[in-house]
T-cell receptor, first 116, second 116 residues
């Protein structure tokens, strides 16, 4: 079974530039998560999708971050414009469902973003 | 709001010895899940062990076991017979089970070094 795929693995940009990250979850997984992991910290949920609908985006800086999950499969996270403090690893994860019944969350390898 | 605290930024253990990683959390919920995740260097995060709060019995997975103290809101991970491959960042995480977004909340992590 293929795991969660993410690209690119690394990205270096100048501040105020735009960047986009792509995630393809495990086939059949309805729930998709985007996390931001700043060096020395644990992952912080940015946005959670259930199929193509947003379940939680309370910690997403909506003035510069956006995400979409068209057709309820793969997803794109965009930052526009980037700030120095956006330097982090962006993790994508998926689970079969995200409801009351527990379903294991599987993580992708992450995209390491450096903003100069 | 729920919080997860890992007070040990770094721990070391001799190969074949036992080590315990600490985690405390704060919640007003009575039912929830607690997790330990492992994040090896430059590799993706994987689930180590899961505990359901309504279960009094501590979870065990091979060399990994937890000490769950619900009243004290403590959730420690014991690794027995430590191996070089256990070297990684370990994150404690919490997830509610009642209706809502089922957001995962992570601690700041403990870096485990295994000495040969």
């Amino acid at each position: 079974e293929a795991g969660v795929a993410q690209s690119p693995r690394y990205k270096i940009i100048e501040k105020r530039q735009s960047v986009a990250f792509w995630c393809n979850p495990i086939s059949g997984h309805a729930t998709l998560y985007w996390y931001q992991q700043i060096l020395g910290q644990g992952p912080k949920l940015l946005i959670q999708f259930q199929n193509n609908g947003v379940v939680d985006d309370s910690q997403l800086p909506k003035d510069r971050f956006s995400a979409e999950r068209l057709k309820g499969v793969d997803s794109t996270l965009k930052i526009q414009p980037a700030k120095l403090e956006d330097s982090a690893v962006y993790l994508c994860a998926s689970s079969f469902r995200g409801g009351v019944t527990y379903n294991e969350q599987f993580f992708g390898p992450g995209t390491r973003l450096t903003v100069l | 709001a729920q919080t997860v605290t890992q007070s040990q930024p770094e721990m070391s253990v001799q190969e074949a010895e036992t080590v315990t990683l600490s985690c405390t959390y704060d919640t007003s919920e009575s039912d929830y899940y607690l997790f330990w995740y492992k994040q090896p260097p430059s590799r993706q995060m994987i689930l180590v062990i899961r505990q359901e709060a309504y279960k009094q019995q501590n979870a065990t997975e091979n060399r990994f076991s937890v000490n769950f103290q619900k009243a004290a809101k403590s959730f420690s991970l014991k690794i027995s017979d430590s191996q070089l491959g256990d070297a990684a960042m370990y994150f404690c995480a919490y997830r509610r089970t009642t209706s809502g977004t089922y957001k995962y909340i992570f601690g700041t992590g403990t870096r485990l070094k295994v000495l040969a």
